[in-house]
């Protein structure tokens, strides 16, 4: 593909455009909150988003600025930008994604060797391969460094002993990006980074059901599991220095979004109306509830721009910054509070669990108001963040360290 810059961004919005005309299947655009939903499920996709998905990867479209050499689009970040603008114009949602795409293969982009990413990045870019994180075991959670989980050095392989929990979409991953003590005479200097297959002989995944009726975290135990010694990403006893950057990437996709599609204008607003009622202009009845909505929609769309801003500053400053404890903080108070809004319209019907009196939305919202209140703790709690933000981007005193 030609490598469109500065005025010749109009010649790629117009291939960009008869790209999507061609490869898009029109009947998904009809329903985009459907088509989200579908992506974000276990299940993997069928009929007309399989399609759309096996197009996007092939096409590298699904991640529009990886490097072209391992099967990613090569676009610049002016022209993801057009990309991003053209798909949310059709209604097309981004089908690429999971960890392997925010995460991992961010992480192996700037880490792994050349032979890593020849035989991972191919596989990330068409989603054809599932990833998932073990990093948290039950005695390391907030303290990380402390994990246990060991690899013992076996000459041509690594034995890999332990167990990791809250591992999301264990149970349906195909690999596994891992820390494991490699040296325990040190914490953080002790610790290595590496990659292995999920089905294989000594991998136990037990799914944990939560509150919210789903289960999509797990239990993963190793029981003499053999990783090859090539499966290790960055230097030995180096992993911690790779997580970090990892946890960069994986809260600056904490964004509320998915793909290039735009929130919906006015789409709790319009629910809303169906319960609380409409005045003689056509506005949703109760002002103060309309004014609220109003509002998380402004923070919901100042969040997505500064995202965009901030990841377009990441590609000048070799990646995430620390602002990303930021945005994760505030895409989880901003997806909490529209949570609760839901509820509050709903009144009694958004309290709903099971049974033919409530709609499947209703019973959902429940349920998402619920599983929502983990993410002010996974992926680093609101506490660990604001303690990032104070000393990192605040330049505030350590006060544990000054008495």
């Known amino acids: 593909m030609a490598d469109f810059g500065g005025a010749d961004l109009e010649g ?57 050499a391992y099967g990613g689009g090569g676009l610049s970040p002016a022209e993801a930008r057009v990309l991003a603008q053209e798909m ?30 020849k035989k991972y990045i191919p596989d990330i870019v068409t989603g054809k391969i599932r990833w998932c994180q073990g ?6 959670g907030s303290d990380l460094a402390s994990l246990s989980t060991k690899a013992e050095d076996k000459g041509d392989y690594w034995l890999v002993n332990g167990s990791k929990i809250w591992t999301s979409g264990g149970q349906y991953a195909d690999m596994i990006f891992c820390l494991v003590r490699t040296d325990f005479t040190k914490k953080h200097e002790g610790i290595s980074f590496v990659v292995f297959e999920m089905h294989q002989p000594g991998v136990e995944v037990r799914p944990i059901k939560l509150i919210a009726g789903n289960s999509p975290f797990c239990e993963t135990f190793f029981t003499d599991v053999k990783v090859p010694k090539e499966n290790l990403v960055g230097p030995l006893n180096g992993g911690w220095t790779v997580a970090k950057r990892l946890l960069q990437h994986e809260r600056s996709g904490m964004n509320g979004s998915r793909g290039a599609t ?142």
Request: aromatic share 6%; hydrophobic share 40%.
């Open 12 to 68: 790629f919005r117009t291939q960009a455009r008869e790209w999507l005309e061609a490869n898009f299947p029109k009947s998904l655009g009809k329903d985009v909150e459907a088509q989200q939903t579908a992506l974000m499920s276990p299940e993997k996709p069928a009929g007309d988003l399989a399609l759309w998905k096996e197009r996007m990867g092939a096409k590298g479209w699904g991640t529009p600025t990886w490097p072209a």
């Open 88 to 117: 949310a114009a059709v209604g097309a949602v981004n089908p690429i994604g999971g960890m392997g795409v925010g995460m991992f293969g961010p992480t192996l982009l700037e880490y792994g060797t050349e032979e890593q990413k």
């Open 135 to 140: 990093f948290s075991e039950p005695g390391a």
């Open 262 to 403: 735009a929130a919906r204008p006015d789409a709790l607003g319009v629910v809303a109306k169906k319960y609380v009622g409409a005045d003689e202009q056509g506005r949703l009845a109760d002002s103060d509830l309309r004014t609220r909505i109003v509002m998380n929609e402004i923070d919901q769309r100042a969040l997505q721009q500064t995202v965009r801003r901030a990841a377009l500053e990441a590609k000048g400053n070799s990646g995430p910054s620390a602002a990303t404890s930021i945005m994760k903080n505030a895409n989880m108070k901003v997806a909490q509070d529209r949570a609760e809004l839901t509820l509050e319209f709903m009144g009694h019907q958004g309290l709903g669990w099971d049974g033919a009196e409530f709609t499947e939305e209703e019973r959902t919202a429940v349920r998402s108001w619920l599983s929502g209140k983990a993410g002010s703790i996974y992926g680093g709690s609101n506490e660990v963040q604001n303690n990032i933000i104070s000393k990192r981007i605040l330049g505030l005193p350590d006060l544990t360290q000054s008495h």
